[in-house]
């Protein structure tokens, strides 16, 4: 009889991690006494602990061991997790007796009369539940990694120590995940950008500041050459706006209100508060508002690579994906609320398109609805998401709706790219805007030679340069395809006797618009090769005695070896075809 195993949701997942991660609290808490319990979720890949050990002791990797140790035998006790509800004044007495002060903070932030708590054996946590039904469902783990975090993300208050770990239901799915962590740490864009000389990030300067080294650079110009072409393609406008602006255009926009704990601090120019700039919205509208505008002119649709600068803690900074400055590939398209849908189907289009040409065709679209506490009046609302399910409808484009989702100012879509490794990664998003327009009163004169207020979509394909150069050399482990390549073919000689055929090989190659560099070492060439091979480089040219007096190429390609011997013209005009195709 064939067996099929059971698919299991997000939500039974979840519920094994939180589980998982009592345990792990049970197996600490016995093993280091005196340690504290802090909060205990599951997260999308896994679950962690935080936790405030006795005596300042950190925690390291050697300890996991034991702590796995402990937890199996937790698991095998077959403990049942047991649900009480008890009031609040009891629940803050009972964990102040046992010094879990963390949980008698969370208890009394709560709004209810009640507080409800999970039991097994000895061990009792405040948690809302769900759980598995005993400790022995729970069979499948692996503890990962142990990092600092600040007690409710306050950079002010205690700093904890978090266990990261994993839980699944079958062995086969943990050992599965294991092994994509493994791929994905010789993946890591961090250590990819340090080994190909990418990137880098230099605490003279800052934390979160990226400096784009020259081969890192000439990748961004390559893709921000192919992002202009194809906006200009697309019947878009290119602005560019300044880094700063007085603090009153970010009260207008609400920003100062809202967003200003991610803001840096004011500078005084002129006995003048400036800003530096986190979005560039409020900019574009400025340029909108500097002439009256018809319902004939529009659509208008403006982009920009705008470099922005937003505050983000120390703890969540993580190479190119999570910075302190970056620049966003921006746009925003003004129009008529009888014109969304179409503008939606032709970003959309242009989304899918762009994602394409870079190598990723696998993707989860949402569409995010009205939140409880929104701007705009439902007619509009009900106008808008309806044009987003219709547009994505008209591409065929499936789509799940994350209800309650969207931001204040209107619903959006938000496209997760997959890559090789198949993870989700947040990048393209379409986002319709009731509330700038009218904070900043954009309007267009209608047919009937009144003013009506102006639909804005925020629109971006890629969503920050630095983030999506992340997720690019992750996907691709360093070995981008030969158009984003930033030497795209390597010329290596046996001897100096060939040194003069291979500059005139490398000048055909330049001028035919080909990334070539000489390499005239006084090496062996098989460590030309090898390097070349570190270094990905998609081609190598072998240039020796032989070569010279034939005058051909003995080529090599990354990671597929020899390719033989062709005639110059002919790998010209290979490799032209591959980067005019984006291969």
């Avoid at 009889?1 to 600490?28: D, F, G, P, Y």
């Avoid at 319990?37 to 300042?56: H, K, N, T, W």
Wanted: with cysteine; net charge negative; glycine share 6%.
């Amino acid at each position: 009889m064939e067996v099929v195993e059971k698919m299991h949701s997000r939500e039974e997942l979840s519920t094994l991690r939180h589980s998982a991660s009592h345990i792990m609290a049970q197996a600490v808490q016995e093993l280091f006494p005196g340690t504290k319990l802090a909060i205990g979720p599951s997260i999308d890949d896994g679950f962690y602990y935080d936790f405030e050990r006795s005596g300042g002791s950190a925690f390291t990797v050697e300890d996991f061991g034991k702590i796995e140790q402990r937890m199996r035998e937790i698991v095998n006790e077959n403990t049942v997790f047991v649900r009480t509800e008890i009031g609040k004044p009891e629940a803050i007495k009972m964990f102040a007796e046992l010094g879990e002060k963390y949980k008698v903070e969370l208890i009394d932030g709560i709004p209810d009369a009640t507080v409800s708590m999970y039991t097994q054996g000895k061990f009792t946590d405040l948690c809302r539940g769900p759980h598995m039904n005993t400790t022995g469902e729970i069979k499948y783990f692996k503890l990962l990694s142990v990092a600092g975090a600040y007690w409710r993300g306050d950079e002010k208050r205690e700093q904890l120590q978090r266990i990261y770990a994993t839980a699944f239901f079958t062995k086969q799915e943990l050992e599965d995940y294991l092994k994509l962590l493994e791929e994905a740490k010789l993946r890591d864009h961090r250590k990819l950008g340090r080994d190909l000389d990418l990137f880098g990030i230099y605490e003279e300067a800052g934390p979160g500041l990226i400096f784009w080294h020259p081969k890192g650079a000439l990748i961004r110009k390559t893709i921000e050459d192919f992002w202009r072409e194809e906006h200009l393609k697309n019947g878009y406008d290119i602005l560019f706006t300044p880094h700063i602006a007085k603090i009153d255009l970010w009260q207008i926009s609400g920003h100062w209100d809202f967003y200003r704990e991610n803001m840096y601090s004011p500078m005084e120019i002129d006995k003048q508060d400036y800003e530096i700039k986190p979005m560039n919205c409020p900019f574009h509208i400025l340029v909108y508002k500097s002439a009256l505008r018809s319902y004939r002119e529009l659509p208008f649709r403006w982009c920009e690579l705008g470099t922005v600068y937003r505050y983000e803690r120390s703890g969540v900074l993580h190479g190119l994906m999570r910075v302190r400055g970056f620049t966003q590939d921006d746009a925003h398209i003004f129009c008529r609320l009888d014109q969304i849908e179409d503008e939606v189907v032709n970003a959309l289009n242009f989304v899918v398109y762009i994602l394409k040409t870079f190598g990723f065709e696998n993707y989860e679209v949402y569409i995010s609805t009205r939140p409880p506490n929104s701007v705009g009046s439902t007619e509009n609302w009900s106008r808008a998401e309806n044009a987003l399910k219709t547009a994505l409808e008209k591409i065929g484009l499936t789509y799940q709706i994350d209800p309650g989702a969207g931001v204040f100012y209107g619903p959006k879509i938000d496209i997760k790219i997959k890559d090789c490794l198949n993870r989700t990664w947040q990048c393209s998003t379409i986002q319709v805007d009731f509330n700038l327009p009218e904070r900043f009163n954009v309007t267009y004169r209608n047919n009937e030679g009144k003013d009506e207020t102006v639909i804005m979509i925020h629109r971006a394909l890629m969503g920050s340069l630095e983030r999506f150069f992340g997720v690019l050399i992750e996907h691709y482990a360093g070995a981008f395809p030969v158009w984003l390549s930033p030497v795209q073919v390597l010329i290596a000689t046996i001897t100096d006797k060939q040194d003069e055929y291979a500059k005139q090989v490398c000048d055909v190659l330049k001028s035919n618009g080909i990334r070539a560099k000489l390499d005239l070492r006084n090496e062996k060439i098989g460590l030309k090769i090898r390097e070349a091979e570190l270094q990905k480089v998609p081609f190598t040219i072998v240039l020796g005695k032989r070569e010279v007096e034939n005058k051909v190429l003995s080529v090599r390609q990354h990671k597929k070896g020899d390719l033989g011997s062709m005639d110059l013209s002919s790998f010209t005009a290979q490799v032209t075809e591959l980067i005019k195709t984006k291969k």
